[in-house]
């Protein structure tokens, strides 16, 4: 696996890092040379996962590839430990770059009329303030770092949220209208810092094969629908979310701030041609 150097030097915290796009993400990362805080729930992937490799841990994948990671157990619904896994950060690497945010809670889908108040209290805590709190802490700490003036920027913050969050679709009411607030204050957060050189992109996957996903793509009325609600010829794999989420902290996207990129084979462009029952 050849691995290059764009990124040498450079300190990533990702969250949801032991699975699906995390884990791809922060092998893309690695391999340009950044180091990983890895911060998942469990250290081992999820073994519902599509990956070949689930008897290795991502900071094991890192490793392979010649460059260093931790494991940092968190749950991103709760503050102090979100906390904590930035101190560590700082206490092992001296300081953090970029802040990939992919940790997100998803639930089976329903009509909004059966959706709870539990259901909504965990979308929210996970994937709005969870996220929400990843991305002020990233900030703050850029705030205290120089502007790398070869990279052109002082940070770069890229959340994953969800093509549901700007389109609708059935079922997930809960789960679009917290990933609509991930998109939302990533575009309000890059206007803010944009003046302290701090890049702030979003990513919206389409549907991609990984654990969180294994139920849908197993039953054969969904993986049906989703399939005719995509254009392009196959559905997602983790390393189109990957290679996105590479550009977004590459030195060539430095110009780029408070963008929401679909990558989603078309999902939300429009009602594709109906090809067939
Ligand atoms: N798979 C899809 O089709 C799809 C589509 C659109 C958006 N997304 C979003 O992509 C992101 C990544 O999901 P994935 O598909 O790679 O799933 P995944 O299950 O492969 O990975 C998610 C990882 O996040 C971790 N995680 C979950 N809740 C957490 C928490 N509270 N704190 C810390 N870590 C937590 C899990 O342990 C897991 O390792 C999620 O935000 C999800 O909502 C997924």
Known sequence: MSTSSALEGKVAVVTGASS?????ISVLLARQGAKIVCCDLFEKPNPKGFEKDLHLTTPQLVEQLGSSAIFQK????????????FEKALETYGR?????????????FRD????????????????????????????????????DEAWGSRGRIVNISSCAGHFSFPGENAYASTKALINHMGRAGATDHAKDSININTIAPGVVATGMARGNIEDKDIVGMMKKATPWPRLGRVDDIAEAAL???????????????????????????PTGS
């Open 20 to 24: 699906g796009m995390g884990r791809a």
């Open 74 to 85: 968190v749950d991103i619904s709760v503050i102090p430990e979100i906390e904590a896994a």
């Open 96 to 108: 953090i770059d970029i802040n990939v945010n992919c940790a997100g809670y998803w639930a089976p």
């Open 112 to 147: 909004l009329v059966d959706e709870d108040d539990e259901l909504w209290a965990k979308m929210l805590s996970v994937n709005a303030m969870g996220t929400s709190k990843c991305t002020r802490l990233a900030i703050k700490q850029f705030l205290k770092q120089d502007i």
């Open 247 to 273: 550009f977004f902290c590459m030195p060539g996207s430095q110009w780029i701030t408070g963008q929401l990129l679909s990558v989603d084979g078309g999902m939300t462009l429009g009602v594709p041609y």
